[in-house]
C-alpha cells in the first residue's frame, strides 16, 4: 500500500496578493489537488502565480460528498491543500471539519503560517494583546443576546468579523449588552482602503452613522479595566 498523502492547510491573501507565502505557493504547485471553497476565486490566485494544480470545491453544503472524494485522495499516497477564499482554513470556516476528518483517518495535517485577518487587525489594534477570543460572526437572531451578555464578563479583547449591513447594528448592541468600552474596527485590511477606526464604543456608533459602512470588518472590543491601557 502507497503511504498516505499530506494535507496542507495553506493561508491565502486576505487582500493584498504579496501577501502570500514562499512556502505556499510551492505547497500549492506541488499538491496533486487543492480544495477551495469557491474555485473560480481561487483560480485567480492561481494563474496570479502561474500554478496549475487541479481544483476541486469544497464548501459547507457539500462536504458530506467531498470530504470521502479528498479523504481518499489523501489516502492513495497523494497531497491535497485546502486554502479558503481568504485567510487561513479552516478559521471561521467548514474546512475544520474536512481536517477532522483527515485527522481521523490517521492521515498527516500540516498548516502553513499565513494571513488571518483576525490576528492582522488584532496586532494593529493598540487594545491588550495578552488574552483575546475569536467569535466570527455573531449570531443574526437566536443566542444573540445572550452570547453578547456572555461575552460582557470575559476578561479579554473580543474580535468579531461583520458586514457593512449590520455593523451599525452589531455596535449598538455591543453597547448595549457589553458596555461603552474601547474598540478598534478594522476596514479592508491590507487593500487600497485599509483604515483603523478608534475610539469608544458610542463613538464608533456616531462615526458610522455618518460615514456609510462600506466594505469588510473586523470588530475588536478591548476589557473593561483602564489600567491595562496606559
Known sequence: MPENGVLFIVPTPIGNLED????????????????????????KLLMHYNINTPTISYFEHNRFTRIPQIVDHLISGKNVSVV??????????????????????????????????????????????????????LPHRKGRRKK?????????????????????????????FIGDRPAVIGRELTKVHEEYQRGIVSELINYFKENKPRGEFVVMIGKDDKNVYF
Open 20 to 43: 502570500m507565502t514562499f512556502r505556499g505557493i510551492r505547497v500549492l504547485n506541488e499538491s496533486t489537488l487543492i480544495a477551495a471553497e469557491d474555485t473560480r476565486h481561487t483560480k
Open 148 to 176: 453578547l451578555e456572555r461575552l460582557a464578563n470575559l476578561e479579554a479583547t473580543i474580535i468579531f468579523y461583520e458586514s457593512p449591513m449590520r455593523l451599525i447594528r452589531t455596535l449598538n448592541d455591543i453597547l448595549e
Open 84 to 137: 479558503t477564499d481568504a485567510g487561513t482554513p479552516g478559521i471561521s470556516d467548514p474546512a475544520y471539519k474536512l481536517i477532522r476528518a483527515t485527522i481521523e483517518n490517521n492521515i498527516k495535517v500540516e498548516s502553513i503560517p499565513g494571513a488571518s485577518a483576525s490576528v492582522t487587525a488584532l496586532s494593529a489594534s493598540g487594545l491588550p494583546t495578552d488574552r483575546f477570543l475569536f467569535e466570527g460572526f
